[in-house]
């Protein structure tokens, strides 16, 4: 008689990580999120069981789970803080202030954010062949990417930057389509107060600072 499947053991408190999401689970969320539902966007990674080291995705379909590359892992955590500020839309006791129409478009514009990271990461990826087609190119690579990283914490130590979560740079493959993919997700945001909130004297103003001074991430204009 043949074995029966091999149950994995969960554990009491599944782990969601905010950063260290796998992106197989962050593109699944982006592919069956459904535009206009008004549902808060999410990665929707867990980390259910007792001792796997693959999320419940890559676990149920039996595969490897693909964290966000070292050398952008700050971009993760600007992701992270970027869907942290959202979920503010959600919150209950806000309704009062913020209209529950709004959480069509934001979910939408999340949604279209995370797409747009997953696209950046794995621009980086190819510039740096992570990703590598045979297990002889990607000991090969994996070798070139560890030494680009260490720079890369290096130039952070000497600039007072965060050298554990390190972040593209101009010149970097998916540094541009990051960034617009951020400001882009702003302006579309204060497009959409500016429309819902406009009453003809000027109050929709308060509500667009608001979001501006909040925002947690920094925009970079004139690229």
Not at 174 to 203: C, H, K, M, P
Request: hydrophobic share 45%.
């Amino acid at each position: 008689m043949p074995p029966g499947p091999v149950r994995r053991p969960l554990a009491e408190a599944p782990f969601r990580p905010a950063v260290m999401f796998c992106l197989k689970c962050l593109r699944t969320s982006v592919k069956n999120y459904v535009a206009g539902s008004g549902v808060q966007f999410e990665p929707n990674c867990c980390f259910d069981a007792v001792s796997s080291v693959k999320c419940r995705q890559c676990a149920a379909r039996k595969s490897n789970c693909i964290p966000t590359a070292t050398g952008m892992l700050g971009n993760a955590s600007d992701l992270a803080e970027i869907l942290r500020w959202a979920a503010y839309f959600w919150d209950t006791e806000q309704e009062g202030i913020w209209d529950p129409a709004f959480r069509v478009p934001v979910g939408n514009f999340t949604a279209a954010l995370a797409a747009k990271f997953a696209d950046a990461e794995k621009a980086h990826r190819v510039e740096h062949h992570v990703s590598a087609a045979t297990k002889k190119a990607m000991v090969k690579h994996a070798a070139a990417y560890r030494g680009f990283v260490v720079e890369r914490r290096t130039l952070a130590a000497r600039t007072n930057e965060d050298f554990e979560y390190l972040r593209l740079l101009p010149g970097d493959a998916g540094y541009l389509l990051w960034q617009l993919a951020i400001s882009t997700f702003l302006d579309d945001i204060i497009q959409e107060v500016t429309r819902l909130y406009a009453d003809g004297q000027g109050n929709e103003e308060r509500f667009v600072q608001e979001l501006r001074d909040s925002f947690p991430v920094a925009v970079v204009r004139g690229l």
